[in-house]
């Protein structure tokens, strides 16, 4: 079965940093392409940043662009988000997506809550 | 990019009717990339549909998605209890990918 799970988000001042990470099993984790969504409170889903199953590759929003890593450790079948100069507009759930074949995201985590505020 | 309006933003139906979700996207969807995801509180949102009209592993035959183009529908045949959540359509075919607002599915 294949499961991602978050690590807890928390709370970050603005212009602050913050490390996601999503622990994957069920699957063989380098062969697929990860990536991070996130949806603020009463807004759609937004695409963040996403990264092939070597790591060689990665993409980022405009919006996070220069201020976000993408990485992974194939080793330990684990998936991070480096976040850095936050803004109150990052404060949001942010969910760890397995691609599929075609990149659409087959699989979710449940989430995880990260809050921007002094 | 492509912006994607759902409609409607909420529909309330009652267990056994059929529910038609719509999206329509700002520009042509790419090898029609769209999917439909589910997604109910506390719980990891559920792909449902990819490429428009296939259905994801261990989804019911009562979804069916539809649609090319600018337009794309989610159709539920006949509404269980557990298919009253919240509903985003996705394009994955373009960059950056995009969802829709959602549709809430609530009981009447």
């Known amino acids: 079965e294949v499961q991602l799970l978050e690590s807890a988000g928390g709370l970050a001042q603005p212009g602050g940093s913050l490390r996601l990470s999503c622990a994957a099993s069920g699957f063989t984790f380098n062969r697929y392409a990860m990536g991070w969504v996130r949806q603020a409170p009463g807004k759609g889903p937004e695409w963040v940043s996403a990264i092939g199953g070597s790591g060689e590759r990665t993409y980022y929003a405009n919006s996070v662009k220069g201020r976000f890593t993408i990485s992974r450790d194939n080793a330990k079948n684990m998936l991070y988000l480096q976040m850095s100069s936050l803004r109150a507009e990052d404060a949001a759930v942010y969910y760890c997506v397995r691609e599929g074949p075609v990149p659409y995201f087959d699989y979710w985590g449940q989430g995880t809550l990260v809050t921007v505020s002094s | 990019e492509i912006v994607l309006t759902q409609s409607p933003g909420t529909l309330s139906l009652s267990p056994g009717e059929r529910a038609t979700l719509s999206c329509r996207a700002s520009q042509s969807v790419s090898s029609n990339y769209l999917a439909w995801h589910q997604h109910k509180p506390g719980q990891a949102p559920r792909l449902l549909i990819y490429?428009?009209?296939s259905r994801a592993t261990g989804i019911p035959d009562r979804f069916s998605g539809s649609g090319s183009g600018t337009d794309f529908t989610l159709t539920i045949s006949r509404l269980e209890p557990e298919d009253f959540a919240v509903y985003y359509c996705h394009q994955y075919g373009s960059s950056p990918h995009t969802f829709g607002q959602g549709t809430k599915l609530e009981i009447k």
């Open positions: 490429g428009a009209s």
